[in-house]
């Protein structure tokens, strides 16, 4: 038997989904504010994680998964490898074919941060947003006792798994759904920095910043894949906060590395 969601968890829902939401929004503000740049980089950037993501990838593990579905899914550690490295190799190279082909008099630092912001705002309300606000409506319906209108939407063949996912909803404690927010945080500055990085292999033509990047991508991924089922997952969202932190310090210092080496250069000239 489903039991009813807690009000607390259904609040804690709907401030993931709402902060989720805002993340990219202030961010896009703020950094138009900020510094000159190119908006419709934001457009490229979300493009290109709708298309290699959530469609080139996707079709991906649609395949993989008819074949290897059950080697994979059985193995942590295959999972972990094979999820990581598609991630990497899709949303890098996604990356690479977009600021080389769209944004060839718009690639600039700053528009590298724009694209970042529409990647991973994609991701966050794509994703996260769309599944909070998903998971608010399910839990609406449960407390109302329509859970036979949920499973009958899911189908026969689909019925345990929905069962699974209702009650998750209800058993989750709330400061899981909180966590979620931190995680998205973390994600999101993520994706500006491997977009930064990216940029810097198309820019300068050094294909190793690509390589770099997918490597990153493929870390963390593959990590999180291993660690979500050995230690708690407020120990997780740690180990990303630094892990997030620390390539953040180390993008801001290229960055404005890279300005001063612009301003140097201007200067000489003069």
């Known amino acids: 038997m489903i039991?009813?969601?807690?009000?607390?968890?259904?609040?804690a829902m709907t401030v993931n989904a709402v902060i989720v939401t805002l993340i990219p929004i202030t961010a896009?503000?703020?950094?138009?504010?900020?510094?000159?740049?190119?908006?419709?980089?934001?457009?490229?950037?979300a493009g290109t994680f709708i298309v290699f993501a959530l469609i080139l990838e996707s079709l991906l593990h649609q395949i993989v998964f008819h074949f290897f579905g059950g080697a994979l899914t059985g193995n942590t550690w295959f999972y972990a490898l094979y999820g990581g490295l598609a991630a990497?190799?899709?949303?890098?190279?996604?990356?690479?074919?977009?600021?080389?082909?769209?944004?060839?008099?718009?690639?600039?630092?700053q528009?590298?941060?724009?694209?970042?912001?529409g990647h991973g705002g994609?991701?966050?309300?794509?994703?996260?947003?769309?599944?909070?606000?998903s998971n608010i409506v399910m839990s609406v319906m449960i407390n109302a006792g329509q859970v036979d209108k949920l499973l009958a939407l899911a189908g026969e063949g689909e019925k345990e798994?929905?069962?699974?996912?209702?009650?998750?909803?209800?058993?989750t404690p709330p400061h899981e759904f909180l966590l979620s927010t931190a995680e998205r945080l973390f994600a999101f500055v993520l994706q500006i920095c491997l977009s930064y990085i990216v940029y810097r292999a198309v820019?300068?033509?050094?294909?190793?910043?690509?390589?770099?990047?997918?490597?990153?991508h493929f870390?963390?991924?593959?990590?999180?894949?291993?660690?979500?089922?050995?230690?708690?997952i407020y120990c997780i969202e740690i180990i990303l906060a630094v892990e997030t932190v620390c390539l953040a310090l180390t993008v801001y210092k290229a960055y404005k590395a890279e300005i001063e080496e612009v301003n140097t250069a201007a200067g000489e000239t003069i």
């Not at 503000?29 to 740049?37: G, S």
């Not at 990497?88 to 630092?109: C, P, Q, V």
């Not at 870390?219 to 708690?232: E, N, Q």
């Open 3 to 11: 039991q009813s969601v807690p009000f607390a968890s259904i609040i």
């Open 28 to 45: 896009f503000i703020y950094l138009n504010k900020k510094v000159k740049c190119n908006q419709n980089c934001v457009l490229i950037g």
């Open 88 to 109: 990497g190799l899709f949303e890098e190279t996604g990356r690479y074919i977009s600021m080389k082909l769209f944004m060839k008099k718009s690639l600039t630092k």
């Open 111 to 117: 528009n590298s941060l724009m694209f970042g912001i």
């Open 122 to 133: 994609a991701e966050a309300i794509l994703i996260a947003a769309m599944s909070a606000f």
């Open 161 to 171: 798994i929905a069962i699974q996912q209702l009650s998750a909803l209800s058993e």
């Open 203 to 216: 820019r300068y033509k050094k294909p190793l910043f690509w390589v770099l990047a997918v490597v990153i």
């Open 219 to 232: 870390a963390v991924d593959a990590s999180v894949t291993v660690l979500v089922k050995k230690i708690p």
